[in-house]
């Protein structure tokens, strides 16, 4: 299985301040059609995760372009420009280029 | 737009199942596969399996088989997870997601808890 280990576990954050979060893959997670299946859900107190990033770096529809996600092989950054109220909560990777899907840790976004 | 309806909360005793349904709309049923995903109380997300609508091909964690079902009624747009022989520690939300190489649409969860 490939295992996803994300950094930091927590992240205290000065709204309007930027906020990055790393994730890295045990193996490659390029597809063998070429395209690599990572993407970045966000979890806010009490709700469902929802979608934000898919193939590391493009936008679900409605997510604000604040977010965005870069990154290739093995290695990936989930960046918010600058943090509002509503961005608290907890941020996963996932990988889905193999079976069984595997999600990374988590990581909690708070307002300092 | 997509929507996935889950099934209500559910108690259960140590050793009996629990069948979980996920209802989906908005969108062609047998066009996207359906995870199952849960949630601890305080944890993080773990992926259970997957099921595809459209054949009915399924791929399950180890750690589920032999204990965990998906099945699909196309007839009415419903996935469901039956999971058998629950324990303490199956105690979790229990949620649904469309997904085909990315979860993009997600039920609003069901709580499953087990206890004698």
């Known amino acids: 299985d490939i295992v996803m280990t994300q950094t930091p576990l927590s992240s205290p954050v000065t709204l309007g301040q930027p906020a990055s979060i790393s994730c890295r893959s045990s193996q490659s997670l390029v597809h063998s059609d070429g395209n690599t299946y990572l993407s970045w859900l966000q979890q806010r107190p009490g709700q469902p995760p929802r979608l934000l990033i898919y193939?590391?770096?493009n936008r679900f529809s409605g997510v604000p372009d604040r977010f965005s996600g870069s990154g290739a092989g093995t290695d990936f950054t989930l960046k918010i420009s600058r943090v509002e109220a509503e961005d608290v909560g907890v941020y996963y990777c996932m990988q889905a280029s193999q079976f069984p899907l595997t999600f990374g840790g988590g990581t909690k976004v708070e307002i300092k | 737009q997509v929507q996935l309806v889950q099934s209500g909360a559910e108690v259960k005793k140590p050793g009996a199942s629990v069948k979980v349904s996920c209802k989906a709309s908005?969108?062609?049923?047998?066009?996207?596969?359906i995870s199952w995903v849960r949630q601890a109380p305080g944890q993080g997300l773990e992926w259970m399996g997957w099921i595809n609508p459209y054949n009915g091909n399924t791929n399950y964690v180890q750690k589920f088989q032999g204990r965990v079902t998906m099945t699909t009624d196309t007839s009415t747009s419903t996935a469901y997870m039956e999971l058998r022989s629950l324990r303490s520690d199956d105690t979790a939300v229990y949620y649904c997601?469309?997904?085909?190489?990315?979860?993009?649409?997600w039920g609003q969860g069901t709580l499953v808890t087990v206890s004698s």
């Open positions: 997601a469309r997904s085909v190489k990315a979860a993009d649409g």
């Open positions: 193939r590391i770096s």
């Open positions: 908005g969108y062609t049923f047998t066009s996207y596969g």
